[in-house]
């Protein structure tokens, strides 16, 4: 009986030690992961500023207007070539078209 109840307290603090490690590294994934989002969303703030008002007088557009689907078609047609571009269809062709998801919806007005 003793024993019995050794074995169970053992089972329900490992079982609570494991429950909360898990939990601990799901926020660090969540925390890596909106790093990760920011961070791409970030190699455009160069040319279309920090909040996508753009670079004033750097003949560059406005990017902050745009909702996030408007940016992804976009950026995907600057990739397909479908439109042209001095910089954006080489940019665009870097990215696989998740990070241009990924990126469009960090950046774009949200409906
Ligand atoms: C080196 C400067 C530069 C960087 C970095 C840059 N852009 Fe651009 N962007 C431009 C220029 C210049 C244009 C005008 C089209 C062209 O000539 O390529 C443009 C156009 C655009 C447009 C079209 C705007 C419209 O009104 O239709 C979108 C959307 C856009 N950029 C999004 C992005 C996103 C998202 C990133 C980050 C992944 C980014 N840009 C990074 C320079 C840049």
Redesign the pocket.
């Known amino acids: 009986m003793r024993a019995q109840h050794f074995k169970s307290a053992l089972f329900i603090s490992t079982w609570l030690g494991l429950s909360c490690s898990s939990s601990m590294s799901l926020a660090q994934t969540a925390d890596a992961n909106n790093l990760y989002k920011r961070s791409?969303?970030a190699?455009?703030a160069?040319?279309?500023g920090t909040d996508g008002k753009g670079v004033i007088d750097g003949?560059?557009?406005?990017?902050n207007g745009?909702t996030s689907e408007q940016?992804l078609t976009?950026?995907k047609a600057?990739k397909s070539g479908a439109r042209e571009?001095?910089?954006?269809?080489q940019?665009?062709k870097g990215?696989t078209d998740e990070q241009l998801e990924t990126?469009?919806k960090q950046?774009g007005q949200k409906p």
Not at 59 to 63: K, R, S
Not at 85 to 89: D, E, H, K, V
């Open positions: 791409l969303a190699t455009c160069n040319c279309h003949g560059m557009p406005l990017i745009l940016m976009q950026l600057f571009g001095t910089i954006m269809p940019l665009a990215y990126i469009a950046l």
